[in-house]
């Protein structure tokens, strides 16, 4: 007979949607009480598993990793409280992980889609014609779980002292483009710093915008009346000083500019909050940021000035509700994290679950190295 477990305290459901307990039977939730007894009872703070909507398992420093390389991302954003996986992005096919029930879930994004020479080498899916982006758009939207992943701006080198953070697509190519993902059934997201990109973003019906970086109030305005969330991705952000410095003098002008992004990276997400923008919850792991990072992300946000309980709630039950997928609801799975304390009151807390259940099972908070069972 599988394990009881009786979950009391707090069960946070959603925006003041609370119960005091709830029950985990045969790996889903329930709130109606068994007829046998609890195998055991544990008492806290329960909340939906983390979203992590800004994720790259399986992407290295120099591109795709191995298999077990990508497994032990996943694990290392398990054990932070992460049960659920927007993959912002991959250079492979990480489709095989949903064969491992020991593994978060994971909606993948397909390949970014770029140009030669204008994003990270062996990143993304670089397309030489800008007019291949719509058939483009439409197979990576059919390889992927319902979103497509574009990188809108980024140096362009050849323009040499002068070169800076520019559109990498035509108006018309990116409004053809994000209409063939959206006839192929994904939304759209959109890696972009500058302020540049964002009115052709927004003109041709972007779903979410990544960084946002170079937003101006206009922007927000826009995207707060439309619901269009943004993931702020501060850590990353906090590296732009150190890719400044990098850029030198032989970049002068885009040196310039990502000091400025990164000396007004707080300020631009408590404008953003302010504007009435909503937000999605990203730690921007793979590639330089290390996979399990959510948590650390989360407090950046609250050092910006973005209430912890607005945090929490973009993270877990906000971020399942933008992405189709069950929180804490009458047979839903049993995708829970429980704390031993309100993180909606301290953010510090998300850092030191006392349990992670995932599909009804208790999984380790510290990180495993180990191969991951097939699922069942």
Known sequence: MAQLTHLTGTIVAGDNVEYGECWIVDGRLTFARPDRQPDRTVHGWVLPGLVDVHCHVGLGPEGATSREEAMAHALADRASGVLLIRDAGA?????????HSDMPRLIRAGRHLARPKRYLRNFGRELDDVNELPQAMAE?????????KLVADWIDR?????ADLTPLWPREALMDGIAAAHEAGARVTAHVFSHEAIDDLLDA??????????MTADHMAEAARRGIPVTPTLLQVARFDDIAAQAGTKFPRYARRMTRLHARRHEQVAQLHDAGVPFLMGSDAGGTISHG????ELAEVV???VPAGEVV??????????????????GAPADVVVYDSDPRHDIAVVSSPTLIMLRGREVSATVERKLPSAAQ
């Open 205 to 214: 019906g972007i779903d979410n915008i990544e960084h946002g970086t170079g």
């Open 158 to 162: 050849s323009l040499g002292a002068d």
């Open 303 to 305: 050092r910006a000035g």
């Open 313 to 330: 709630a973009a993270a877990s039950w906000r971020a399942r509700d933008f992405l189709n997928a069950q929180g804490i609801a009458e």
């Open 293 to 296: 990072s959510l948590p650390a």
């Open 91 to 99: 250079p492979r096919d990480t489709s095989w992980l949903s064969e």
């Open 140 to 148: 990576e939207a059919r390889r992927g779980d319902g979103w497509v």
